[in-house]
Nanobody, 129 residues
Framework: QVQLVESGGGSVQAGGSVRLSCAASGVTHSSYCMGWFRQAPGKEREGVAVISTIGTTRYADFVKGRFTISKDNAKNTLYLQMNSLKPEDTAMYYC???????????????????????WGQGTQVTVSS
C-alpha cells in the first residue's frame, strides 16, 4: 500500500524559498513516477513537476527556473525546492505517485493528474506580497 505524506509548507514572503518534502512508503523508486501538483482556491489542479524512474524531469512553464524536483531513494523522499516564490504560487501542494516505469509516459503524466492513483493529503504554501 502506497502512503505519501507531505511536509514543509508554510507562509513566506514573495521572493522567498520553501522546500517541500514527501515521505513515501510502499513505493519502489525503480518503477514509480512521482510528482508535485497544486490547487489554488477556485482553480483546477495543475501539474508542477514530475520525476521519472531514471531521474528525468519535467516542469510546468510557470515554475521553470524557479522550482527543482528531486528525490532521495535511500530516504524514500521526494522534494520540491521552491525559489523566487510569487503570490500566484499560493496553493495546496500535493505529492503524487504511480507505477510508470516508462519515463516518457511519466513526463506526459504531468499534464494528466488522473494518471496518478496515489496522493498525499497536501501541504499549504502561502506567498504574501
Amino acid at each position: 500500500q502506497v502512503q505519501l505524506v507531505e511536509s514543509g509548507g508554510g507562509s513566506v514572503q514573495a521572493g522567498g524559498s520553501v522546500r517541500l518534502s514527501c515521505a513515501a512508503s510502499g513505493v519502489t523508486h525503480s518503477s514509480y513516477c512521482m510528482g508535485w501538483f497544486r490547487q489554488a482556491p477556485g482553480k483546477e489542479r495543475e501539474g508542477v513537476a514530475v520525476i521519472s524512474t531514471i531521474g528525468t524531469t519535467r516542469y510546468a512553464d510557470f515554475v521553470k527556473g524557479r522550482f527543482t524536483i528531486s528525490k532521495d531513494n535511500a530516504k524514500n523522499t521526494l522534494y520540491l525546492q521552491m525559489n523566487s516564490l510569487k503570490p500566484e504560487d499560493t496553493a495546496m501542494y500535493y505529492c503524487a505517485a504511480d507505477e510508470m516505469y516508462y519515463a516518457p509516459r511519466c513526463l506526459a503524466a504531468m499534464s494528466r493528474g488522473t494518471d496518478f492513483d496515489n496522493w498525499g493529503q497536501g501541504t499549504q504554501v502561502t506567498v504574501s506580497s
